[in-house]
């Protein structure tokens, strides 16, 4: 009956101590001080055991004095902890515990780490990521663009979209969205309840409307709100995302997805992930996509974008991506008015001038030229196109010239932009 007793003692001591370890690490708030407390436990069981068998040659030990001595040396590690924590240095922008302890600490890492659920790992691999992230070589198939060197408001930011040409419901909707986060954010501020806001978007509308650029503006308005910590912009597509082999593709979009963490991945032409029913690697992209929303929603916002009615049957036909998409901006097309302002900048830009008849016959033109445009019609990039064309042909006609004058190297010519007279009566009309 003795010796049944003495077991039930100390299973109940051994109970104590990992109820008290447990709970310690529960109350400790700060994971520098857990990961001490268990540092602590490894550094001093050698004595704690030492002194046990000491106690027991004296015939002063017994299964009473465990069940209390075990539950005090596991409080006394965290007091140890709380008031006198292990001494860490920095080193690459982390702090590490100093050499004497670094066995010990790690070892402790990892145990807090599954008492925790694995929030230390994940938090020692958010810090690395961070610090890193900039380090990283731009995976193929993206187009990069930084973050800027200073953070603007967002009244900045907004002021920098109103300077873009048209779009006009375009910017209506970017103001209402920064007006919702604003009053999302003061209403969390008062202590208020804050309706669940979902960052990312969907870009519809034909090549050339401004979807980059806008995308592009938008990771600036993101991190002036405090979203985003950098608000850089990765820029990809399909072929940045899929690979040729299986398996592979999950690889590949994890990749870019890190390099775009604290910034915006703009995915072009998203519709093309997948192209068929039988589209494996496709769907392998769209998975990992959705995983990574899921898992770095704090660190990450997927604006994605294409034609209108692919984007919609895209959507439709996944029950994932739909779920997380739901705020639409749809990119109209350009007007003859707008495309003709975007050539004046264009060549102010260039430090280029129109002469008095382009000026008055460029409008009238593009209204003609663009009177028959498709879904395919470049928009912002017919006018680009239009420019570098003018330009080559105002560089052949000037070559000829002996000696031009500066007006003559920056004056842009009715036949430098391909403008006839004889263009149909209505040319001249609004």
């Keep these: 009956?003795?010796?049944?007793?003495?077991?039930?003692?100390?299973?109940?001591?051994?109970?104590?101590?990992?109820?008290?370890?447990?709970?310690?690490?529960?109350?400790?708030?700060?994971?520098?001080?857990?990961?001490?407390?268990?540092a602590y436990l490894i550094i001093l069981v050698g004595p704690y055991f030492f002194l046990?068998?000491?106690?027991?040659?004296?015939?002063?030990?017994?299964?009473?004095?465990?069940?209390?001595?075990?539950?005090?040396?596991?409080?006394?590690?965290?007091?140890?902890?709380?008031?006198?924590?292990?001494?860490?240095?920095?080193?690459?922008?982390?702090?590490?515990?100093?050499?004497?302890?670094?066995?010990?600490?790690?070892?402790?890492?990892?145990?807090?780490?599954?008492?925790?659920?694995?929030?230390?790992?994940?938090?020692?691999?958010?810090?690395?990521?961070?610090?890193?992230?900039?380090e990283m070589p731009v995976p193929p198939g993206v187009k990069y663009e930084p973050e800027g060197t200073n953070v603007v408001d967002v009244a900045e930011a907004l002021a920098e979209l109103d300077e873009l040409i048209g779009l006009a419901p375009v910017k209506a909707e970017v103001r209402k969205f920064v007006n919702f986060v604003k009053v999302a954010q003061q209403r969390k501020a008062a202590g208020l309840k804050v309706a669940p806001v979902s960052y990312h978007m969907v870009f519809t509308g034909n090549p050339g409307t401004g979807k980059t650029t806008v995308a592009r503006m938008m990771a600036k308005i993101y991190r002036s709100l405090g979203i985003l910590k950098r608000g850089h912009l990765v820029e990809t597509d399909r072929g940045g995302l899929v690979a040729g082999y299986t398996?592979?593709?999950?690889?590949?979009?994890?990749?870019?997805?890190?390099?775009?963490?604290?910034?915006?991945?703009?995915?072009?032409?998203?519709?093309?992930?997948?192209?068929?029913?039988?589209?494996?690697?496709?769907?392998?992209?769209?998975?990992?996509?959705?995983?990574?929303?899921?898992?770095?929603?704090?660190?990450?916002?997927?604006?994605?974008?294409?034609?209108?009615?692919?984007?919609?049957?895209?959507?439709n036909a996944n029950s994932g991506l739909k779920s997380r998409f739901n705020r639409y901006i749809e990119f109209p097309d350009y007007s003859a008015e707008e495309l003709a302002a975007m050539f004046r900048l264009r060549a102010k830009k260039n430090q280029y001038v129109l002469s008095d008849e382009v000026e008055k016959w460029l409008d009238p033109a593009l209204r003609v030229w663009t009177k028959d445009r498709d879904r395919k019609f470049g928009n912002g990039r017919y006018v680009r196109n239009l420019f570098e064309r003018a330009i080559e042909r105002h560089a052949t006609r000037v070559a000829e010239i002996p000696n031009p004058t500066p007006e003559q190297l920056k004056t842009l010519e009715m036949q430098d932009i391909g403008i006839k007279l004889k263009k149909p009566a209505d040319a001249g009309k609004k």
């Design 52 to 134: 046990r068998w000491l106690f027991s040659s004296w015939g002063l030990w017994s299964p009473a004095v465990g069940a209390v001595a075990g539950p005090v040396f596991v409080v006394a590690c965290f007091l140890l902890a709380q008031f006198k924590p292990i001494k860490t240095e920095t080193k690459d922008g982390e702090k590490v515990p100093v050499t004497e302890h670094v066995i010990a600490a790690k070892t402790a890492e990892k145990i807090v780490d599954v008492v925790s659920g694995g929030s230390a790992s994940r938090q020692k691999s958010t810090n690395t990521t961070s610090r890193t992230q900039k």
């Design 247 to 315: 398996g592979q593709t999950a690889i590949k979009t994890g990749k870019v997805i890190d390099f775009a963490l604290d910034g915006v991945l703009f995915i072009d032409e998203a519709y093309s992930l997948v192209e068929g029913p039988q589209d494996s690697f496709g769907d392998e992209a769209i998975s990992t996509l959705l995983k990574r929303m899921e898992d770095d929603r704090d660190r990450l916002v997927v604006i994605i974008a294409g034609y209108s009615h692919e984007m919609g049957r895209f959507l």
């Design 1 to 38: 009956m003795k010796k049944l007793t003495d077991k039930a003692i100390r299973g109940l001591g051994c109970l104590g101590q990992i109820a008290v370890f447990s709970l310690g690490l529960l109350v400790l708030s700060n994971e520098d001080a857990r990961i001490s407390a268990v």
